[in-house]
């Protein structure tokens, strides 16, 4: 008799595979709680001054009583909706002045240098001229947001565009595609993949230029709450705004991902 | 014609030297070499992908001097769009072409059953195998319709199965359209199964040794390689081959 050299079994590898996954939503969980016990024991047995760091007790009251007010959720309504206009405004005007610059050169030398000239300004540089031209009012904010956020969607744009695989062109064309099929048929949906890394990456970097619009010159929006709070000592209700802008992000980019995922059905289950 | 490439280091590579070959209409032509030897730059120039150094490449003694989709390609890399479905990539020929929905979806169809991919028609390339992705960019040719096919070893990663079926498959379309079709492979096997000319050639530069006539009764079955009339054909081939590999330090390897 001879021995099985090589066996395949599908049980037990799989039945590994779901119990390790468990052992690791178990750590994600504990790691949680450990740091909130932490923090919970430092501000119970004065470990830490509660002027520099407020107890979790605190942090939910705060939490409980701006939620009540309905305060909490204008502030986040109000930020969003500046995010909102100002990254759909940098991604109409980057995505298709990008293609343009990625299959043109012409285009892409005569916008490089403005690029090269822009991209190392800070959004919050912009500050003191978009208020000089729009006051301090909705149009300032988004200007800022716009300003930090289109050329990041440019670069991405031209790069991707540009990295198309010239393969494909010579094979649609070989095929009998004309300009404007090529276009439509291999590049748009070549470069699309990495359009839309650029738009998740950029839509972060617009929630951050949003806060330091709103910590420096506005009356609502979370970044506005952070600041007020600090200003009045109120430290819950910073911690407060903190973790919201975290949970807002969180939010706003998981619904980038179903985009994403709606848009490039190809890329959902990639065996290579 | 002749086809130089400049490489990086300023260098240049002579990748086919002072090559004159007539493909005649309706012939079944395959080109056999070792690796490295110019078959995909002669192809590329059929195609218009390249321009020739020197000389020039006609079609129907009109020059090529740009991408020809009457010289239809099937690439040694696939070059499938990853965006598109199996049956959307079949498609594309006759939809660039103008062919309304029903009728290219019904082509398309036709060529999926053909190299057995039914039921495949809604994956997308990255979820099949090299072999099926193989198969997918030759349906996608043949459903556009080309008037010359430019196959660039379009067996390579085939089992040998499937491998022997496609060749059944290809010859029936070959004797059915009498499509002039010019074939790449390292296999004189395959050579000699398919070809009714074979030219072998031989690298650094890139030569034509000879062009060879098929003598084999067509149409031909599998069953020819068992006849001693292939054995000797084969045994001449190789010769040729032989030599040319000795001279020159390189292996058979497939692809580049
Ligand atoms: N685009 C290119 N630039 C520089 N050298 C090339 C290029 N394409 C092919 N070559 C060189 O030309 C020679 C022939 O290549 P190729 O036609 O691909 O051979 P084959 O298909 O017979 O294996 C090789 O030495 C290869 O390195
Ligand atoms: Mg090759």
Known sequence: MSEAVLVAAVSPAKARNWRFRHVLLALNVAAVAAVSLLWWASTRFGWVAPIFLPAPGDVLHAARLTLANGDLLTDIAVSARRVFLGFVLAAVVAVPLGIVMGVWRPAKAIVDPFVSLLRP???????????????????????????????????????????????????????????????????????????????????????????????????????????????????????????????????????????????????????? | MTKIFDTDRGRSLVAIQDVSLDVIEGEFLCLLGASGCGKSTMLSLFAGFLQPSSGHVMLRGQPITRIEPRCGMVFQSYALFPWKTVRGNVEFGPKMQGVGRSVRRATAQRFIDMVKLTGFENHYPAELSGGMQQRVTLARILAANPEVLLMDEPFAALDAMTRQIMQGELLRIHDASGKTTVFITHSIDEALILSDRIVVMSARPGRIKTILPNPLPSPRHVSVQLSPEYAALKAQVWQMVESDLLAHDETFRPNH
């Open chain 1, 121 to 272: 300004l800070p959004s919050i540089t912009w500050i003191p001229l978009t208020i000089l031209w729009l006051g301090i009012g909705e149009a300032q904010k988004v200007a800022i947001v716009f300003m930090g956020s289109w050329i990041y969607i440019l670069l991405y744009t031209v790069e991707s565009t540009r990295r198309v695989d010239p393969l494909l062109l010579r094979a649609a064309r070989n095929l009998g595609a004309t300009d404007f099929a090529i276009m439509r048929e291999v590049i748009l949906p070549g470069a699309l993949p990495g359009i839309i890394t650029g738009l998740k990456v950029t839509l972060a970097i617009s929630w951050s230029c949003v806060l330091t619009a709103e910590m420096i010159a506005a009356q609502s929006g979370l970044g506005a709450l952070i600041w007020q709070a600090k200003d009045w000592g109120n430290l819950p209700l910073v911690l407060v705004g903190m973790l919201c802008i975290s949970l807002t992000v969180l939010v706003a980019d998981w619904l980038m991902r179903l985009i994403e995922r709606a848009l490039l059905p190809w890329e959902r289950n990639r065996s290579n």
